[in-house]
């Protein structure tokens, strides 16, 4: 069943019955960092299998951040479903993010995590950061979360030369 839908998918995706092409709105993710060679079967995977797990401020955090001009940057929604159930499984309690930018993977991070779990999260920009911080407040996570605001590299020495590494 699941092949069909996809097959018709992607034959609507490319004509009509009149054989003129028919422009169909996908998310900004189809097309972008997938594996798959065909956006009709990534774009069935989000609506049937990934969208629907979904936690809500994971879903507003996507949709707030599709809007900013530099969205290529962010983790795409089944790659942040995945990271959650690698975190699950071998029951993380501290990480490390190198790179925030709005925080989609961030806040995936933190729901996966213990509720005394902790996050060090580095970024040059906190201006992106800052534009996730609200909804990863709202989410009740953002006690997880150390960012701290720079070049990653002079962190990670300071933490060596402290014993932290």
Known sequence: MASTNVAAAEVK???TQAEEPVKVVRHQEVGHKSLLQSDALYQYILETSVYP????????????????????MTTSADEGQFLGLLLKLINAKNTMEIGVYTGYSLLSTALALPDDGKILAMDINRENYDIG???IEKAGVAHKIDFREGPALPVLDEMVKNGQG
């Open 53 to 72: 797990r979904e936690p809500e401020p994971m879903k507003e955090l996507r949709e707030v951040t599709a809007k900013h001009p530099w969205n290529l």
């Open 13 to 15: 995706a490319q004509t």
């Open 133 to 135: 911080l609200p909804i």
